[in-house]
Structures are given as C-alpha cells and as structure tokens.
C-alpha cells in the first residue's frame, strides 16, 4: 500500500493526532499498515497516479474517493469493478464512524477515530475477527456453509425423543458458533434475515430425517412481530405442510399480552405451536404467561443447573413454578440437563420435557439415527 501525500504510512508506530484512520485488516488477522484519511477529498485506486494506492489486483484503477465532512470521514465508491462496501453495505457518500468495517475489493480496513489508533500498532483482535466474519457473511447469506444442527428433546421419566430443537450453525471458519454469526449480522443489522434463513434451511434439513418428531425454531427478538417474521412463517408451513413444527419466542420478546394473544391466532391458523424461551432467565413474565399462555415453557438452565444440589428454597421455587405451568395446560420443559441426578430431580418437580448434553448433543441430520417412539 502506497499513500502520496505528506502523511506517507511508515513501518514505525506514529501515532495519529487529529486525524481519522484506516488500519489494514490482514488475512491472518494482524493489524497491517496504517493510514490518515486527508481532509481534502482524496482518490483511492491501483495505480500509483492515485493519492492513495491500494496494491491490489481487484482494486480498481480508480477505486473510491474518501474526504472529511463535517468532522467525519465520507467514503464514495467510483463504481469499482469489485465494488466499496462499509460493514457489508455499498459505500455511497457514507459517512465512516469508529469501528467500522471497510473493504476496497478484497482489501479491508478498520476506520480510527482520532486517538484511538496507532499507525503501524496491532490494533484488538476482536475488530480483525468481525473484519474476516464480515467477508464471510455474505457466502453465509446464499446458504453457502449453513450446517443445521438437532439437539434431542425428550420425555420424562423414559427418555424416549419427541422431537428436536433446531440450531444455528456453520461450516465458514469465522461464523461457526451463532454468536459469532448473530453478531456480525447485528452490526449489519441483518438479523432478522439471518434468523429467517437459519429457519428455512433447517426445516429442509429435517425433512431428511425419518422421524424428526416436533421441530422447536428459534426467533430474533427483534422479529416479533413484523409482517416480514409472519409472512416467514407462512412460507415454513408451505416448504413442510406436515412436520410439527413449535415457535420458539425469548421471554424479553414479550412485550403484552394482547400481542401475543394475536401472534398465538397466528400460529393457529398455521397449525403451529408457541413456546416461551428461557423462561426464569431475567424478568419471568407471569402476567403474559397466564394471560397468554403458549403450549410449551421451557426453563432456563439457571434454574436446572444442579437442581439436584438446590437449597430447599430454590428446589421449592422451581417446584412451585411447573406445578403453575401444568395447571395452565402448559408442557413444561427442563433446558441444559447434563446429568443424571438433574435428569431425575427435574422429574421429580414434575417436568414433562427435557433437553440437554444428557440427553445428546446438536448433531447434523446425517448423524442422526431414527428415534424410537
């Protein structure tokens, strides 16, 4: 990379007063050279005839122009063959904040507020990684290395599998575990598409399976309740008019109960089932739980976790709370059981369903053998 101006980049560290910078994100993650963005707007490209210069095959002779605007940096792309983008989006007169995710073609770049960045200095890890998750995302996006995971969901006492919870997961090396790839998607702001995708994929995944039993799918909370989520649902019923399939919605999702009343006519008329997620995990939503109650509650594993150790007070709470649910004609369900002796201190409070490393482990549906019933 090559800058002709009089902020020419150095080996050396040279810290940068006053002046926003973009540090180059390299392949293995390190922190490359480092530039000052001028205050005139000034021309990216190829070629050495460009102020600043890029050497790069898939950078454009002239690639972009970047400049300051009232005190911030504004990138333009020059309709490059390879195309500027800002965190995954095209670059059209965007202004820059700190932290942003920058990518001339293949290059990419980390934008510094002035005194936060070093020239030349290794800037955090974390930045580098979103830098290489957000060359990925958009693979991720055509389906390319989504790899559907099923963790088990039992009956209690017998253990026999009455369906399976659906998973995020990837085979991309940066966007392997869901917080790496929800996270990447939030500064996006894709998470609504991600959680879709991750949907459609997995049902498809699960019509392979022989026996797939009830398929519980998870949501975004900043899905519920959009006609985008709805019309996602829509589309889950006519890709598997015949699999069982339950909605999974997280407690802080739920905002009123005449919401979710409306949302439970919904998923009615689909012939889909309501489950509340990690319920007990911050604010246990009583109101909305009696008011509208879902088929199936499952409980945090803050409140399974050593059930079988608890306080009689603890044991006595936990007990209070599914004896409540199974008098509203709610299926409560044990999350994260990882022994035994949970397994059966959470029969003996009176679960009905259960999940956990106990249990079996989120596999592909190539691994998985048809259940016994």
């Known amino acids: 990379m090559r800058v002709r101006n ?47 210069t890029l050497g790069c095959s898939s950078v454009s002779k002239r690639h972009a122009v970047i400049g ?13 063959t390879n195309g500027t983008y800002v965190n995954g989006r095209p670059a059209n007169q965007t202004p820059l904040a700190d932290g942003d995710v920058v990518q001339f073609a293949s290059k990419v770049f980390r934008v510094g507020k002035p005194g936060t960045a070093e020239m030349g200095a290794t800037a955090e890890g974390g930045s580098f990684s979103f830098a290489a998750a957000l060359l990925q995302f958009e693979e991720l996006m055509t389906g390319a290395g989504v790899a559907p995971h099923f963790q088990p969901i039992v009956r209690l006492p017998d253990g026999q599998i009455d ?11 940066e966007l392997r575990s869901p917080a790496s790839m929800f996270s990447t998607a939030a500064r996006l702001g894709q998470e609504c598409a991600l959680s879709e995708l991750m949907r459609r994929e997995g049902v498809r995944d699960a019509l392979r399976l022989a026996d797939c039993g009830n ?11 959009q006609d985008r989520f709805l019309a996602s649902l829509v589309e889950l019923r006519e890709l598997a008019p015949l699999l069982p399939i339950t ?5 802080s999702a739920i905002t009123d109960s005449e919401s979710m009343q409306q949302f439970r006519q ?15 995990a911050g604010q246990a939503r009583l109101d909305e739980l009696s008011d509208a109650p879902p088929d199936c509650l499952k409980f945090d594993i803050k409140l399974i976790r050593e059930l079988d150790k608890a306080t009689s007070a603890r044991h006595g709470m936990v007990t209070t709370l599914v004896s409540m649910t199974r008098e509203l004609g709610v299926t409560p369900l044990a999350e ?21 490393y106990f249990f079996g482990r989120p596999s592909a549906a190539t691994l998985l053998s048809k259940p016994s019933r």
Not at 218 to 223: A, F, L, M
Not at 247 to 251: A, N, Q, T
């Open 6 to 52: 009089a902020m020419t980049t150095t080996a050396h560290k040279i810290t940068c007063i006053g002046y926003w910078t973009l540090t180059e994100c390299r392949d293995d993650g390190a922190a490359g050279q480092s530039l000052s963005i001028p205050p005139d707007p000034t021309l990216i490209g190829r070629t050495a005839e460009t102020p600043i």
């Open 163 to 173: 369906g399976y919870e659906l998973l995020a997961r990837s085979n991309l090396e």
């Open 336 to 356: 994260g059981v990882e022994t035994l002796e949970e397994a059966q201190a959470c029969y003996e409070v009176g679960f009905e369903l259960a999940q956990g």
């Open 247 to 251: 909605i999974e919605v997280h407690e």
């Open 68 to 80: 300051m605007e009232f005190g911030r940096p504004v990138l333009t792309d020059l309709e490059s």
């Open 266 to 280: 919904v998923l009615n008329g689909l012939s889909m089932q309501l489950a509340y997620d990690d319920f007990g």
């Open 215 to 225: 398929l519980f799918v998870n949501t975004h909370p900043k899905e519920i309740i």
